[in-house]
C-alpha cells in the first residue's frame, strides 16, 4: 500500500491574522466529480448531495454530502458569487439552460444486453 501524501496549506482569515493549518491528503485533493446539487435544510443545518448523472444510466449515485451550518451555507453562497464574479470577469459568462441536459439512453455507444 502506497504511503498517502499529505499536503498542509496555511490560510489567514480575516481577523488579526488568524492561521488555520488546513491537511489535505493527496486522495482529497484529487477531488470527487459532480454534475448535479440537490440541496435541503432544516432549521438548523444544510444538506448538500453532491450526484454523478451518467448519460445512460437510470440510477445517479451521491458521491458526497456536505453538512453546514446555516451561517455556513450564507458564507459558501457568498463565497460562490465572488468566484463566478471573479470567473466571468475572465472567461466571459457562464450560460445556463433552462431544462436539465437530456442524454440519449445510448450515448457513448450501444446499449449492452444481459
Do not use: W
Not at 15 to 42: D, F, R, V, W
Not at 55 to 64: D, F, I, L, Q
Request: hydrophobic share 40%; no cysteine.
Amino acid at each position: 500500500m502506497a504511503k498517502e501524501e499529505k499536503k498542509e496549506e496555511k490560510v489567514t482569515g480575516d481577523k488579526a491574522n488568524n492561521q488555520i493549518n488546513i491537511e489535505l491528503s493527496e486522495e482529497t485533493a484529487e477531488g470527487i466529480y459532480a454534475n448535479l446539487a440537490m440541496i435541503a435544510h432544516s432549521s438548523s443545518e444544510f444538506v448538500i448531495d453532491f450526484i454523478r448523472l451518467m448519460p445512460g444510466v437510470p440510477k445517479a449515485k451521491v458521491k458526497s454530502r456536505v453538512v453546514i451550518t446555516p451561517e455556513h451555507a450564507k458564507r459558501l453562497l457568498t463565497a460562490l458569487e465572488e468566484n463566478i464574479n471573479k470567473y466571468e470577469a475572465t472567461f466571459g459568462e457562464v450560460k445556463q439552460v433552462e431544462e436539465m441536459p437530456r442524454f440519449p439512453m445510448n450515448f457513448g455507444g450501444t446499449m449492452g444486453e444481459a
